[in-house]
């Protein structure tokens, strides 16, 4: 068996052009899709980023997609992450990649409820920790389906690493994207409780007015609450994202669809963000940032375009969201969401200093020909942005970027990976994940992505550790036996960013 | 509710069953496993039946969490059905029951010597035996349900990326190898849908001949009907009739693999007749 070689970054990699940039935009100046640079001032960023398939696993070729991230806030060496992997065992139950040493190393757990014969996997799930409890909660749609529809369940645990099935919190069906996160309130009257958020799309809500958010101040019971307020076009979009801050104050970004066209699956949407003042508690839920129509929810943006039928390369497209709140500062908030201009999917970032009350009029960032945007806000109110950006033609390339400004202004931007998006050919749907993950611990940023596996280190160009057999010079991923070639295909990336 | 553990589910179940000597007691070979937990590290000698994930073991240490009440000691040969737990640098298992390895010999007998093909051949015989009709047969025609159809009331079913896209295929039957000997045609309700949730399903194209291990629409809760959609399935290819599907990939056996898997499908479907 090969001995596995550690990251290090070759001289080429600092010399990627877009590595350690930092880019200039102003909203009323700046051309939609491209950066104005400069030479970055401050200290490179310290960059972690490693393939998460075990070393037993080295054989292994599955499209392992849509990745979410959970870091224990208690003991940050402590992380948990989904993806659409099946149990490498083949049991009724699926796996969570876990690990015990700040994400170095990886191992699977197979711990969350599924069926062998569907294959050993979820059709959805996110994961998220306590604030303080040390509990792992997860948001999945279990398989198999009932009754001709999708299957909710929120799970629980308190040892990641048991080999104890998660307990099953809440059980219900006509649920989509259920989205996870989860806090531990400090202080009033829900001091030391879990305070658990799930977003999803419930097909059950009256009305067409599916945009939902399951919330407990226990960590164990749930309460649904509608947090659509508007007419639809029979139903929301799936995203639907919550962000918690820790003085009490949730907000959750959705996709209210408005007009849909079921034959061509174009439709257009208001991207809505909602807020609770008390850890979503207010009377009613939810109901705390109204729009000037009077409704709950202010319109960051009215009428934005989607098609729910198309794709950008292998990937499929249709609306994504992702939303932020400055822990510095809960009156801080960023949002970004996809739309489609003239064929081209796009995605666009913006910024509240006042709640939500009030949004920046012009995009902070506009991103051409990308998906996935994830962000968080670190403990310098540093906001980060990760995204997916499909470029080339022919033989074209995903490329992965982990972008991050102290001033919404001026940005350094990493290229984390950039692989090919035309191999492997898709097994399913979604190729890359109708999703990726940021998140913020101190001042570090953690993140996920799912990428071709091909062990190119000029694909990475701020590094890369595989744990699962490879030959970097000859760029070919190994069997078990450190001598059978593998095929390429869809993996989870974990990375830590510290600016 | 209190948590159920994998420990709980029967041995039969177990997708890996193989013969191993004990090495060391209280130990682990994988850093990850909790201090805690009842452990051992076990050289696998020999395996029976595994997914090829677990078959790649042969002639390693893993680290197997022992079985409750279990107590083995060290040069000891033992026959674990265990289940997977963790896989990192190495694997760990679950061990849910134990046995003295001459009960293996005779069970040894009658298999291959590919753990992965025993594996499989051991989960298509359950397919088999929990198939409410096994057919021989050929998809005539191939049709769009009427719950489907955008003639259909709206909103018939809310949009999701994980919406099936049923099918209907009309299998002219050829052999009824289980279920109702004089069944001509069935109506099989099959997901196109290429999303996470349905990609393993098996499609249907007209011509398609083999093996299908079938459920009813009662036995089937994927496709049953609900309050939400009480309409949803009505059969349209053949009014009336009654509405199949095979949703596990085992459950269509293509004809140009069949004699490969024909003589595991006799004796299932002899097994439950017997």
Redesign the interface.
């Known amino acids: 068996m090969p001995k596995r070689k550690p990251a290090k970054r070759s001289a080429k990699s600092k010399n990627v052009s877009l590595g350690t940039k930092r880019a200039r935009s102003t909203s009323a100046q700046r051309p939609p899709t491209r950066l104005r640079t400069r030479r970055q001032q401050a200290a490179a960023p310290n960059v972690l980023l490693v393939n998460m398939v ?4 080295s ?2 070729t599955n499209q392992d ?2 990745p979410t991230l959970a870091v224990n806030p208690v003991n940050p060496l402590q992380i948990a992450a989904s993806a ?1 992997t099946p ?7 699926a ?1 969570i990649y ?1 690990s ?1 040493d700040g994400g170095n ?6 711990i969350v409820p599924s069926d ?4 050993s ?1 979820t ?2 799930i996110t994961v998220a920790f306590g604030g303080s409890s040390n509990v792992l909660y997860a948001g999945i ?1 279990r ?8 299957r909710l369940n929120i799970l629980s ?1 308190q ?1 990641f ?8 919190l809440l059980d219900r ?2 649920v ?2 259920p989205f996870v996160e989860a806090s531990t309130a400090m202080s009033g009257a829900e001091s030391g409780n879990d305070q658990v958020f799930v977003g999803s ?1 419930d ?2 809500a009256s009305n ?1 007015q ?1 945009a939902t958010i399951d919330t407990s101040n226990n960590g164990t019971k749930f309460s649904q609450v509608t947090i659509e307020s508007r007419t639809t076009a ?2 929301d979009g ?1 995203p639907v994202r919550p962000a918690i801050h820790s003085d009490g104050t949730v907000y959750a970004v959705y996709h209210a669809w408005r007009t ?1 066209d ?2 061509s699956g174009n439709g257009t949407a208001d991207i809505v963000v909602v807020r609770d003042d008390n850890w979503g508690s207010s009377n009613p839920p939810f109901s705390d940032l109204k729009d000037t129509d009077n409704f709950s929810g202010k319109r960051v943006v009215q009428n934005s375009a989607f098609n ?1 039928n198309d794709f950008l390369g292998q990937e ?1 497209t ?1 609306g994504a969201v992702s939303i932020a709140v400055d822990p510095t500062n809960s009156n801080v908030v960023y949002v970004s969401w996809a739309d489609e201009q003239n064929g081209v999917y796009i995605i666009h970032l913006r910024q509240s200093s006042d709640r939500g009350v009030t949004w920046s009029p012009n995009d902070l960032i506009v991103i051409t020909s990308a998906t996935n945007p994830a962000l968080a806000v670190n403990n310098q109110g540093t906001i980060g942005f990760l995204y997916q950006q499909l470029v080339g033609s022919g033989a074209q390339q995903f490329v992965t970027h982990f972008q991050y400004s102290s001033d919404g202004q001026n940005w350094t931007d990493l290229v984390l990976a950039n692989t090919p998006a035309n191999t492997p050919t ?5 190729y890359l994940g ?1 999703y990726c993950h940021l998140l913020s611990l101190g001042s570090d940023f953690y993140g996920i992505f799912s990428a071709n596996n091909e062990p190119d280190q000029a694909n990475f160009p701020n590094g890369v550790i595989y ?1 699962r057999n490879h030959d970097f010079n000859n760029v070919q991923l190994l069997d ?1 036996d450190g001598v059978t070639p593998v095929d390429p295909s869809i993996d989870p990336f974990f990375f830590k960013v510290s600016p | ?1 209190p ?5 709980n ?1 029967a041995s039969d ?1 177990a ?2 069953l193989f013969k191993g000597t004990v090495q060391k007691l209280g130990a682990s070979a ?1 850093a ?3 201090k805690d ?1 009842p452990t051992a590290i076990v050289h696998v000698d020999e395996i029976l039946h595994a ?4 078959a ?1 073991t042969l002639g390693k240490q893993i680290t197997v ?1 022992l079985a409750k009440g279990a107590k083995p000691k060290v040069g000891d040969q033992v026959l674990f059905h265990a ?9 760990a ?2 061990s849910v029951k134990q046995e003295v390895p001459a009960q293996a010999k005779s069970m040894l007998g009658e298999k291959t010597t590919d753990p992965a093909r025993n ?1 499989a051949d051991k ?1 298509l015989q359950k ?1 088999v035996a929990n198939a409410d009709m096994v057919i021989e047969g050929e998809v005539s025609s191939i049709h769009l349900p009427q719950s489907e159809s ?1 003639s259909a009331p ?2 018939a ?6 919406d ?1 896209k049923w099918r209907e295929a009309v299998i002219n039957v050829g052999v009824v190898h289980k279920g109702e000997a004089t069944t001509k045609q069935v109506v099989v309700r099959f997901p196109t849908s ?4 349905w ?2 399903a098996p499609k249907f194209h007209t011509g398609d001949r083999g093996v299908w291990m079938l459920q009813s629409q009662k036995e089937s ?6 309050a ?2 009480p309409t ?2 009505t059969a349209t290819a053949i009014p009336g009739a009654t509405l199949y599907t095979a ?2 990939p ?1 459950d269509f056996q293509p004809a140009d693999k069949l004699d490969r898997v024909a003589s595991v499908i006799r004796a299932a479907v002899a097994a439950k007749n017997s």
């Open positions: 075990p070393n037993s696993l054989g292994e997609s849509e659409f149990d490498p065992g083949g049991g009724d139950l796996p876990v015990t190393t990886w191992v699977l757990n197979s062998s014969a569907q294959g996997m059709a959805d749609i398989l198999p389906i009932v009754n001709n529809t999708t645990t040892n690493l048991s080999s104890t099935k998660m307990k099953v069906t006509g989509d994207q799309n097909f059950g067409g599916t029979g139903q799936p849909f079921s034959t729910f499929r249709g898709k097994v399913f749907d979604p109708d744990q078990t | 509710m948590a159920k553990t994998k420990a589910d179940d997708k890996f994988l990850q496993v909790p937990e997914p090829p994930a677990l790649r969490k289940n997977s737990w963790l896989f990192g640098d190495s694997v298992v679950e594996l989960e397919r955008l709206r909103p079913r809310p949009l999701s990326e994980h099936p290429t999303d996470i949730q990609f393993r809760p994927a496709v049953g009907t609900s939400k959609h949803a399935m949703l596990s085992l």
